[in-house]
């Protein structure tokens, strides 16, 4: 077993709500990233399913912005996770809020 080098008096751990809020903004975007490859290859006339999964994706990106949000509130927590994943959701909500735009101008 290998010896320690340094003292650690503080024990830190990675927030849970950053953590979520990383896995919910990743499968937001993982899930844009189907439906748009789905509706350019069925070339624009996918069926309604589409729509319940593009909600979905949108409301994982929400969630993981509030989620994101909170877990800077926890105490003695890494902020690795936290930032990470309010970046991602916050990158999520805007793509989606963009290819909403675009689906209503049509």
């Not at 624009?44 to 509130?73: E, N, P, Q």
Request: aromatic share 16%.
């Amino acid at each position: 077993m290998a010896k320690q080098t340094g003292y650690s008096f503080v024990e830190k751990k990675h927030s849970g709500n950053g953590i979520t809020a990383t896995v919910l903004g990743g499968i937001s975007l993982v899930i844009l990233l189907v439906l748009l490859l789905t509706a350019f290859v069925m070339k624009g006339t996918a069926a309604g399913w589409i729509g319940a999964f593009g909600f979905t994706g949108i409301a994982m990106a929400v969630c993981g912005l509030v989620y994101g949000f909170t877990s800077f509130h926890d105490d003695c927590k890494y902020t690795f996770f936290s930032k990470f994943g309010t970046i991602i959701s916050t990158a999520a909500v805007v793509a989606w809020f963009f290819i909403v735009c675009i689906g209503l101008t049509k």
